[in-house]
Nanobody, 131 residues
Framework: QVQLVESGGGLVQAGGSLRLSCAASGRTSTNYAMGWFRQAPGKEREFVAATSWSRSNTDYADSVKGRFTISGDNAKTTVYLQMNSLKPEDTAVYYC????????????????????????WGQGTQVTVSS
């Protein structure tokens, strides 16, 4: 059973930085596309950032472009979200998603930006940005 565990959330002042981590376990291969989503109270879960399984392609929501960076370790077991210049509107629970994809072909380079694309989710980590 694939398990994802997010960490790194917390309380930070506006303009500050946080680095979220998403550690995967229980996988028998490394070809998993990964993504970060967030959900604020009373709002739907929204896309933040995602990377293809090879980590060669990435995509970001317009609201975080230039401030957030998604990356991964060489073992492809952990994905990070570096968040800089944080704003109060970034306050939300941040979730990590994962989906196994083909190793080669068009699917291999896909970056999945919809929550319904993902099969596995972590429990989330709270990020609170104070003004």
């Amino acid at each position: 059973q694939v398990q994802l565990v997010e960490s790194g959330g917390g309380l930070v002042q506006a303009g500050g930085s946080l680095r979220l981590s998403c550690a995967a376990s229980g996988r028998t291969s490394t070809n998993y596309a990964m993504g970060w989503f967030r959900q604020a109270p009373g709002k739907e879960r929204e896309f933040v950032a995602a990377t293809s399984w090879s980590r060669s392609n990435t995509d970001y929501a317009d609201s975080v472009k230039g401030r957030f960076t998604i990356s991964g370790d060489n073992a492809k077991t952990t994905v990070y979200l570096q968040m800089n210049s944080l704003k109060p509107e970034d306050t939300a629970v941040y979730y990590c998603g994962s989906r196994r994809v083909a190793v080669t072909g068009p699917s291999a380079s896909r970056v999945l930006t919809h929550s319904y694309d993902y099969d596995y989710w972590g429990q989330g980590t709270q990020v609170t940005v104070s003004s």
